[in-house]
């Protein structure tokens, strides 16, 4: 459709440049959704339209260029109002009450251009109203109350655009004497013009540019010969809506034959028939278009066309016709476009088709057919045979009866047709059958959108179209199911829509229907309910660019709690640019699946339930150009998360989420609106709002104060150190409280082994006298001499003070020198030893430095009584933890474990003291 819309938009670009230009002056009022309170200044550009006012703003920047004073209520255009504006080249001052120009506007205006003053009250124009506006390139001037007075335009050698339409003139005469040189275009459409007499337009047979002529809404009842030849260079005309009646249309023909005529518009003419000899006249021109649209056109006799061989396009639409024969487009060889939408009706009462077997046979050269919204219930075998340049063509939205159920007999007419683009978009299509495409060897586009097709795609439905590249399926009215084998006969097509058309499980499938279509660039899923997709769904889709999931059920998919993991299915499109994703019910996204996808540009998650969002989730997307993320829960904007995808941004739409405005939520966000240049945030302080705390709830966050979280910065660090010492301190009482002693102990030993305190090594090289010094209580006594004495033998031999001490050597003199004679201390705990005075004072604080300059092997403590460990500490200085665990024994109760007991005592007498290495 675009090529041959391409091709009509050439013939009419002459005609439609004086309305595009126009319209320029008008955009900015056209388009304004908002009340306007004041004038708008940009790029030079001042709009004050639909302002009310009276005069012309005297505080408007000196160097604006264009001026917009349309839609207000000036009664006048004051030079002097316009002085501080000498720069500017186009004014339009339309839809005012202005009921004169004054001659002095272009003095004080010299670069004036363009002026617009249509649809104001001005009546009498003179010469020297426009005496110094030579170089205005566009005047409009219609739907005012224009008498002409001399020769008004005589002084715009540069005019090219001439607007005077509905202003009641009686003849298209503007003046007497030649003038515009350069004009192109002349605009006289709804004028009481009802005749053009031979020297109407003698004031243009120098206007050698003279292109386009409008005449529309002009009731011509008689043209007199050579009108038109003052200006036989025109080459569009254009008659719309112009009464004229089959005998005028036919003297107006015949009067064009002496012009370079191209393209006649001859549109809501109530030209209800066509004859043969309606168009004679131009046998001779090189029209090339032709519109004879919105007529109520019924009856076409054959040969009508015959004397327009060079015609290209022809436009019939909306119009009655009943019938159409071979002789209907007879002449037409060179006919390129032919355009038929609504211009074909069927008589209930009539029983003959409306298109005959070979109707388009006489159209050889014809490259596009556009049969929309037609009546034809009907194909045969020959209803398009004869059409050997067919690129295009177009029957949507038209009741074919047989197109219900395709067959490979059902468009078997269009064989020889090289078509490119074949439209079937809405005809009711329910059923496709094998082969039904197969003639269409080079067919590149195949539109199937809004059919009514249930059943399978098994692949052979598009059996034939190896060429096709786009194939469009979208808002079916049934449900198609796909099959691993669906697209395994169009291996080059590169756009699949699928929209709205797909069972709810019909991409359930391995292998995936897709994985054949290696060159597809666009694929459409959108609106389908799916929920149910493999992980290798897009594998082997290397090209693949834009992806449309929208308005689906994929939140599933994508839970951490989903049976068997998170469904990755976009990890085998690493090439996507486009990825939409909105309305899915999707509240999480997995870490890893945006992974990858490194050239995305655009990214769209609008209208899901998304709000705590992973750090890193997007930091693949470093091309990320429009992300789109509105209507969702999100309340927190941390950089953790967004900064790599707003980094290069140009379109962000976040808009309706409910943002917690505090500093921890949105201060980075803030920020970064702030700063951003390079990024629009489309009704920013609208739509984003705050939703807490109570302070700006429903308050746009371009409100929130950035500088009092400013203000809580070094508070922040305070709180952190501060924390921190509280946090230690109670950490070393606990320490010091319940391990305090631990920590002295090892310290004690560690320096008096670094300074060189201790005497190991001394120790290790002499000989000892006995294995143990036994230290009890007095009242122990009898238990050493039952259970510790037995064991003396050759290899152990106890110390015992009351029987081994030297008489006549002090008793702690004694004591000392015992114990250096032995290897092991070994204490017999009881109760009785921690209240012994002795032991206390003495005995225990030569033990105790005993282990620290020796070793914790040194001592041994057998318990006789369960002692608790803070008691044996406050008595004898020494803890269970000081020292190893084998040198720690329990009196068994049971008779049977003394034994072991024994074993257990000798093992640990017979350690050595020597420092482990």
Known sequence: MSQVFEAMCVHRSLLLTWVIIICSFMTRHCVASQKKTSCQVQDGRADCSHLSLRAVPPDLPRNITSLDMSHNRLIGIAALSLKPYPRLIHLDVSFNSITKLEDSLCQTLPFLQTLNMQHNEVHFLKKEDLNHCTNLTLLNLASNRLKLHGEPFSVLQNLKFLDVSANKLPSPRLGSQPQLPSLVTLNLAFNEITALKKDDFSFLNRSSFLQVLNLSSVSLKTLDPGCFKPISGLRTLIMDMSNMGTLAISKLCSELAGTSIDALSLRKMKLVTVTNTTFTGLHKTNLTFLDLSYNGLGKIEGGSFQWLSRLQTLVLAHNNIKHLTKETFEGLKGLKKLQLTRALVKSHTSSTQIINDFSFQPLSSLESLILQNTAVRNLTEHTFTGLTSLKELDMSWSSYTVLRNITSKTLVSLAESPLIKLNLAGTAISQINPGSFSVFKNLTTLLLDNNHIKQTLTGREFEGLGQVQEIHMANNQQTVNLSSTSFVYVPN??????????????????????????????????????????????????????????????????????????????????????????????DEIPIDALRGLSNLSELSLGENLLNNLKDSIFDDLTSLQIFRLQKNLITTVRPEVFKTPLSNLSLLVMDKNPFDCTCESILWFVTWLNNTKMTSVPALRDQYRCNTPLAYFNRSIADFDTLSCKDMTPFQALYILSSTVVIMLMVTALLVRFHGWRIEFYWTILINRTLGFSDAKVEEGREFEYDAYVIHAEQDARWVERRLEPLENDNCKFCLQDRDSVIGTPYLQSIVDNMRKSRKILFVVTESLLNDPCCRRFKAHHAYHQVIEANRDSVVLIFLDDVHDYKLSSALLLRRGMLRPCCILDWPVQRERVPAFHQKLLIALGMTNRLQE
């Open 493 to 586: 097509l590169r756009v699949l829509t699928l929209g709205k058309s797909l069972r709810s499980t019909a991409l359930n499938l391995d292998p995936s229907p897709f994985r054949p279509l290696s060159k597809l660039t666009v694929l459409d899923l959108s609106n389908n309910n799916i929920a149910n997709i493999r992980e290798n769904m897009l594998e082997g889709l290397v090209n693949l660019k834009v992806l449309k999931l929208q308005h689906n059920n994929l939140a599933r998919l994508w839970k951490s709690a989903n049976l068997g993991g998170p469904v990755l299915f976009l990890k085998g499109a690493q090439s996507l640019t486009t990825l939409e994703l909105d309305s899915n019910g999707l």
